[in-house]
C-alpha cells in the first residue's frame, strides 16, 4: 500500500501560518513569511583520559529569527513597528535631556509583548456532527492550530522598512529581526478562533 493513500495523513504546509504580538494588534494577517525558532548546542568542551576524548555538550543558545510584513495604508504597519521603538524607550536626540534616556531590556520586550507563531491546518469540511446521516448536510470546521511556538523575553534588533522603486509593482515589505531568550513548543491541537 502506498504510503500517501493513508487518509490520515497530513503534511504541515508552509503558507499555513499566524504570526501575533500581543502588544501590536491584529497585524498577523499582513505576515509574508516567518523563521520558526532555532537552537545550537554549544561545542562544550572535551575531557580526555589516557589515550581517549569524551565530548560534552555545551550551552544552548536561540538563533534570533526573521519575520516580514507587508506595510497597509491601514493597518499601518511601519508606524506600529516605529511606536514599539519608541514604547522601548528610544528618545530621538533634540535635547540634552534626551541623550539621559535610552532603551532597556524590560521596555523592548514590554514593547514587542508576547509573540507567537501558530502553525495551522486547513480545517474540514463534512457532515455536522449530530445531523440525520441520509441528509448530505456539511458544515465547516474551523482550522486547527496544530504547533504554537511562543518566544519569551523577545524584543526586535532590527526593522527594515522596505524600499521603494519606480521601476516596481511589488508591495513594501518590512522585515523584522526578533531576538529572544528561549521558545516552548505546543504540539496539542485546538481551535483557532481569530
Not at 501560518?17 to 537552537?39: E, H
Not at 518566544?151 to 516596481?168: A, D, E, R
Amino acid at each position: 500500500m502506498p504510503f500517501f493513500s493513508e487518509t490520515t495523513f497530513q503534511p504541515k504546509r508552509q503558507f499555513r501560518f499566524l504570526v501575533n504580538f500581543s502588544q501590536v494588534g491584529d497585524i498577523n494577517f499582513m505576515c509574508t513569511d516567518a523563521a520558526k525558532p532555532t537552537y545550537q548546542l554549544g561545542a562544550g568542551t572535551t575531557h580526555q583520559v589516557l589515550n581517549h576524548k569524551f565530548k560534552f555538550p555545551g550551552i544552548i543558545e536561540w538563533q534570533d529569527i526573521s519575520v516580514s510584513f507587508i506595510d497597509a495604508i491601514e493597518p499601518n504597519v511601519g508606524s506600529k513597528f516605529y511606536n514599539m521603538l519608541l514604547n522601548a524607550g528610544y528618545v530621538q536626540p533634540e535635547t540634552f535631556n534626551d541623550l539621559l534616556s535610552g532603551v532597556t531590556k524590560f521596555s523592548s520586550t514590554s514593547a514587542v509583548g508576547q509573540v507567537t507563531i501558530m502553525q495551522l491546518d486547513g480545517g474540514s469540511v463534512g457532515p455536522i456532527p449530530g445531523a440525520d446521516p441520509g441528509k448530505a448536510v456539511a458544515g465547516v470546521e474551523p482550522a486547527q492550530i496544530i504547533e504554537e511556538w511562543t518566544l519569551h523575553n523577545t524584543f526586535i534588533s532590527q526593522v527594515n522598512f522596505g524600499s521603494l522603486s519606480y521601476g516596481s509593482e511589488d508591495l513594501v515589505k518590512i522585515e523584522t529581526s526578533l531576538v529572544y531568550d528561549y521558545a516552548t513548543y505546543n504540539g496539542n491541537s485546538r481551535p483557532y478562533f481569530g
